[in-house]
């Protein structure tokens, strides 16, 4: 299957931010890079289960809010404690204002 | 042959530190030394969630498999109880012997002890695994627990208690519960989602006496009051475990003394970790002894860093967190530094106070809201300390001005 689901607007994500998208069952987080590029990872942290969204996002790092576990979004890489298992990430399309991503 | 890194205490700090060792390229010996039969863990779920899980589970910091693949020798269940700083070896329990080239203490904190007779098995306290199996098995509905000491091991306890269905007495002698660290008006708040949750919470009253025949407890207030529990769990702080460090002559100051690069009065030994005192470079080297988890990890791998030469001065700004019921608490900084407040609300009821020095100067913020709410918050205000940055009152008191422009000033 590889279907583009829209997640949201290009607006509705300030630079340097990340919003959280559910879909399906599951929770998403959406990044939008300094360098105005969207990006998507799983919704939760992988050391306990927390929304990443509520997290703050630096350059190409998303910080968890709940222990400052980081991960690269753009690649998913968990870069240091207390997170060691990497981030799902997802295929990310900008179309007529649109952010899709693909669920695969 | 190299001698290699010894670590005694294979805790958050000791953990993080053998892991760092690697990670940074060392390939001599790493020997981690825990007198716990565990692997090293994360204590903070032992008041949380870990107590409300019908079994509870380790949250292991590094799996046998891990340490084996990094060639990290774990040896649990044994105490470190001499240090030979001429032959720079360790003795342990167990009647081996260690030689180390640098030496890191991660030997943590233990619970103050409630100096008072009377105190039997049903009074415990609570810092291992094994401490928490224990409390867990009297965690049941209709059960009567007190907890004596309204700190934050305490009042996470309360709640999980709570959510077990116990039922839950805390008792403070102080006029109010957190009076340690936490503002009066963010404590009030924790106060009251204790009590509406059914925890009966009596402050300003030391304990007279304490009588524990093995089934119950009978807890006599200095006002007269009496509370009858199954179970007492004293939390009324930690002191750290500095006896290995002062017997080998090490300085002792609040903790195990050591400089900005974590290293004690001897060269060669390292401490860090709730067990060290060390100079906080953001308050202009003010010596302080934290009991925070993230300082653990930072210091254990900043230790390691250190024990391979890196001469790295420790620049981390303290922070804190705590959950009790749907809240969460978080403090970056020591409000105590602060003398004027400035509150900057957030939705769903969540705020944050600002600490600011004399000078203008941000210090501290606390903060205190539902879920996460306070996270990026406190997260940008925690730059704003270590930048020492002078944001003006009025910005960080409104929602429409965003923080993070504040740091880009
Ligand atoms: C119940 C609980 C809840 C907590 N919740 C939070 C929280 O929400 N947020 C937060 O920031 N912090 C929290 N903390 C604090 C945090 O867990 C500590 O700051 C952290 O564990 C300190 O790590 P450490 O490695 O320095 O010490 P420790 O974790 O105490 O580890 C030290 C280890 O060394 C061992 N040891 C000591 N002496 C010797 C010896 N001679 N030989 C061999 N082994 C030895 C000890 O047995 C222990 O296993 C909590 C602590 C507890 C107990
Ligand atoms: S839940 Fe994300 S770092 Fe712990």
Redesign the interface.
């Known amino acids: 299957m590889s279907d583009w689901v829209e997640a949201c607007a290009t607006g509705d994500i300030d630079e340097e931010d990340v919003m959280r998208f559910d879909h399906g069952g599951r929770t998403f987080a959406i990044y939008r890079s300094p360098d105005d590029e969207f990006f998507a990872t799983d919704g939760l942290c992988t050391h306990e289960k927390v929304h990443l969204a509520d997290g703050l996002v630096m350059d190409d790092i998303i910080e968890c809010p709940k222990h400052n576990g980081r991960f690269n979004y753009k690649t998913g890489d968990a870069r240091g404690a207390p997170v060691c298992v990497n981030l799902k990430t997802y295929p990310v399309k900008v179309d007529a204002g649109k952010v899709l991503i693909r669920i695969g | 042959m190299a001698r290699g890194m010894v670590i005694i205490g294979a805790g958050e700090c000791g953990g993080?530190a053998a892991?760092a060792l690697r990670e940074l390229g060392y390939d001599g010996p790493v020997t981690l030394v825990g007198d716990e039969p565990h692997l090293p863990y994360?204590r903070p779920p032992l008041s949380k969630?870990a107590m409300v899980s019908e079994a509870p589970e380790i949250k292991a910091?590094a799996s046998d498999a891990i340490l084996a693949e990094k060639s990290i020798r774990h040896i649990h269940s044994v105490q470190a109880v001499a240090i030979d700083r001429t032959a720079h070896a360790v003795r342990l329990s167990d009647g081996s012997v260690l030689p180390y080239d640098k030496l890191l203490l991660a030997t943590g904190s233990t619970p103050r002890k409630l100096p008072m007779p009377g105190l039997g098995r049903r009074c415990v306290y609570l810092r291992t695994f094994t401490d928490a199996l224990a409390i867990r098995a009297h965690l049941t509905a209709g059960n009567r627990i007190a907890i004596i000491g309204g700190g934050f091991i305490g009042l996470e306890l309360a709640a999980a208690a709570r959510k077990l269905g116990a039922a839950v007495t805390v008792i403070e002698a102080q006029s109010r519960i957190l009076m340690r660290g936490v503002p009066a008006e963010i404590a009030r708040i924790i106060h009251d989602a204790h009590v509406a949750e059914g925890v009966d919470i009596l402050c300003g009253d030391g304990i007279a006496s304490i009588a524990d025949d093995g089934n119950e407890v009978r807890i006599t207030l200095a006002d007269g009051q009496e509370i009858s529990a199954d179970l007492a769990v004293i939390g009324i702080g930690a002191m750290p475990v500095t006896g290995l460090a002062a017997e080998a002559g090490l300085t002792i100051d609040n903790g195990i003394a050591v400089d900005a690069e974590l290293r004690s009065s001897d060269p060669d030994i390292f401490a860090a970790g709730d067990c060290c005192s060390f100079p906080l470079t953001v308050y202009g080297g003010r010596r302080v002894r934290l009991e925070a988890?993230?300082n653990a990890?930072e210091q254990g791998?900043l230790a390691a860093r250190n024990m391979l030469g890196a001469g790295e001065a420790h620049a981390a700004v303290p922070?804190f967190?705590s959950d009790q019921y749907g809240l969460s608490l978080q403090i970056a900084g020591l409000s105590d530094e602060g003398r004027s407040t400035v509150r900057r609300d957030l939705e769903g009821g969540a705020f944050i106070l600002f600490h600011l020095a004399e000078d203008g100067r941000l210090v501290a913020a606390s903060g205190i809201g539902p879920?996460?709410?306070v996270?990026?918050d406190i997260?940008?205000a925690e730059m704003l300390i270590g930048k020492r940055a002078k944001p003006a009152p009025e910005a960080l008191g409104s929602q429409a001005v965003k923080l993070?422009s504040l740091l880009a000033a």
């Open positions: 993080r892991l994360e969630d910091i988890w993230r990890q791998a922070w967190w879920g996460n709410a996270a990026r997260r940008l993070k």
